[in-house]
């Protein structure tokens, strides 16, 4: 157990349609990443979030968002869902920001857009 | 931009093999390196790291060095076994004092059978 809790294990919805992952890091880590996980194209950064502030972006598309809140969760906000949104959404998280420290991997969710 | 690529898979030992998984990288200044695994239906998890050129990472028998002349961080072990089967990522990190973010390589399935 890495101690990051993704929320849900699955989901399943239609194109058109928005959904909102939650992602809890592990207790006093201040560092929030999101990545995306497809068979073509592999593991990509989505977006890193560090004591509430957005802090990178990588490939996310205009369609999603995210945010962390005060308590340091955070949501991955996806909408007007397509086909090839169907993936594997991780949540990792770190204590700082840098990375000489460890990057903790939740189980994932997996989206699928019917 | 930072990219890492790794050898194709899936690779398939004998139990007590000797393992190889390859990764290059290319990237400017002085990232830190990782492998990272993933086995079925769960998150990655930090398998090894450097973070500096000619830093051995080792953990489980597993071991890679930091090659910066070659821009490489080759994966071995000397004697594989069934509970090794699993998919392996390599992966660059990059800091740049105010992010973070790990670049994944596309990840080598490995299978070891009896």
């Known amino acids: 157990d890495s101690g990051v809790t993704q929320t849900p294990k699955h989901l399943i919805t239609a194109t058109g349609q928005r959904v909102t992952l939650r992602c809890s890091p592990r207790s006093g880590d201040l560092s929030v990443y999101w990545y995306q996980q497809s068979l073509d194209q592999g593991l990509q950064f989505l977006i890193q979030y560090y004591n509430g502030e957005e802090r990178a972006k990588g490939n996310i598309l205009e369609r999603f968002s995210a945010q962390q809140f005060p308590d340091l969760h955070s949501e991955l906000n996806l909408s007007s869902l397509e086909l090839g949104d169907s993936a594997l959404y991780f949540c990792a998280s770190s204590a700082s920001l840098g990375m000489n420290t460890e990057a903790f991997f939740g189980q994932g969710t997996r989206l699928t857009v019917v | 931009g930072d990219s890492v690529t790794q050898m194709e898979g899936p690779v398939t030992l004998s139990e007590e093999a000797f393992l190889t998984i390859n990764c290059t990288y290319t990237?400017?200044?002085?990232?830190?390196l990782f492998w990272y695994v993933q086995y079925p239906g769960e998150g990655l998890q930090l398998l090894l790291k450097a973070t500096k050129a000619d830093d051995k990472g080792s953990n489980k028998g597993f071991e890679a060095t930091y090659r910066k002349e070659t821009t490489s961080f080759h994966l071995e072990k000397g004697s594989v076994q069934v509970s090794d089967s699993a998919v392996y990522f390599c992966?660059?990190?990059?800091?740049?004092?105010?992010?973070?973010?790990?670049?994944f390589g596309t990840g080598t399935r490995l299978q070891v059978t009896l």
């Open positions: 992966a660059l990190g990059r800091n740049t004092g105010t992010a973070s973010k790990l670049t």
């Open positions: 990237a400017t200044g002085y990232p830190s």
